[in-house]
């Protein structure tokens, strides 16, 4: 598929997005989500990212990004686990709409997150499809570590970092990657503050 040219650099869209979030913070807020607003934008779109968040209903991401209607893209699952449906998603919106930038988002006290690290100290997996959220998020549980006081903080942003360089690596977008047309970026929302802060997230595992 090819990429649409580029309305946006992966620098100018993360701006957008870190900006929004500091009006969001400071309660100056610009976008305001009204019917005129969404008439504007209905004959078509570009938005300059894709946001990859939890399905928590106090992270509302339009709102604690301040964005408008068809700036951003967005793609929510429980404990933003990925699965065929968020992959296609994510590269659609890239390849077909012109995103410059992934964001995938994690949030403190991730209800998601804390189911797998009770799974993994239980030693069981809940069934049904809850068990799969619950698995796709297990392997950054042990990563961070079941004996740690901060297992959940640290387990929910390990999953993060490891969400980050899954989209880095997907076939659909490797190539606008590598050739910087398209960054894909980790960061964490706090519940208390609305502030999001990025992650430093290397390109390989260490």
Same mark, same amino acid.
């Given at each position: 598929?090819?990429?649409?040219?580029?309305?946006?650099? /992966?620098?100018?869209?993360?701006?957008?997005?870190?900006?929004?979030?500091?009006?969001?913070?400071?309660?100056?807020?610009?976008?305001?989500? *009204?019917?005129?607003?969404?008439?504007?934008?209905?004959?078509?779109?570009? /938005?300059?990212? =894709?946001?990859?968040? $939890?399905? *928590?209903?106090?992270?509302?991401?339009?709102?604690?990004? +301040?964005?408008?209607?068809?700036?951003? $893209?967005?793609?929510?699952?429980?404990?933003? =686990?990925? +699965?065929?449906?968020?992959?296609?998603?994510?590269?659609?919106?890239?390849?077909?709409?012109?995103?410059?930038?992934?964001?995938?988002?994690?949030?403190?006290?991730?209800?998601?997150?804390?189911?797998?690290?009770?799974? $993994?100290?239980?030693?069981?997996?809940?069934?049904? +499809?809850?068990?799969?959220?619950?698995?796709?998020?297990?392997?950054?549980?042990?990563?961070?570590?079941?004996?740690?006081?901060?297992?959940?903080?640290?387990?929910?942003?390990?999953?993060?970092?490891?969400?980050?360089?899954?989209?880095?690596?997907?076939?659909?977008?490797?190539?606008?990657?590598?050739?910087?047309?398209?960054?894909?970026?980790?960061?964490?929302?706090?519940? +208390?503050?609305?502030?999001?802060?990025?992650? *430093? =997230? /290397?390109?390989?595992?260490?």
């Amino acid at each position: 598929m090819t990429h649409p040219s580029p309305r946006h650099t /992966p620098t100018t869209a993360l701006a957008e997005l870190i900006d929004g979030n500091r009006r969001f913070v400071g309660g100056r807020p610009v976008h305001g989500h *009204d019917v005129a607003a969404a008439a504007a934008a209905s004959s078509g779109q570009e /938005p300059h990212a =894709v946001v990859l968040g $939890c399905i *928590d209903s106090r992270v509302p991401l339009e709102a604690i990004f +301040d964005q408008t209607f068809g700036s951003i $893209c967005v793609v929510r699952s429980g404990g933003q =686990v990925v +699965d065929r449906a968020v992959l296609g998603s994510v590269a659609f919106a890239v390849n077909a709409l012109g995103a410059a930038l992934v964001m995938v988002l994690g949030h403190v006290r991730c209800g998601a997150v804390g189911a797998a690290v009770d799974a $993994c100290r239980a030693q069981q997996r809940p069934g049904g +499809d809850v068990g799969f959220l619950v698995a796709e998020i297990e392997p950054a549980v042990r990563e961070a570590g079941l004996d740690h006081p901060d297992a959940a903080d640290r387990a929910m942003r390990a999953h993060v970092a490891r969400t980050v360089r899954r989209m880095r690596e997907m076939a659909e977008m490797a190539e606008a990657v590598a050739s910087g047309a398209v960054d894909v970026v980790g960061a964490v929302y706090d519940l +208390d503050t609305g502030r999001v802060d990025l992650l *430093d =997230v /290397p390109a390989v595992a260490r």
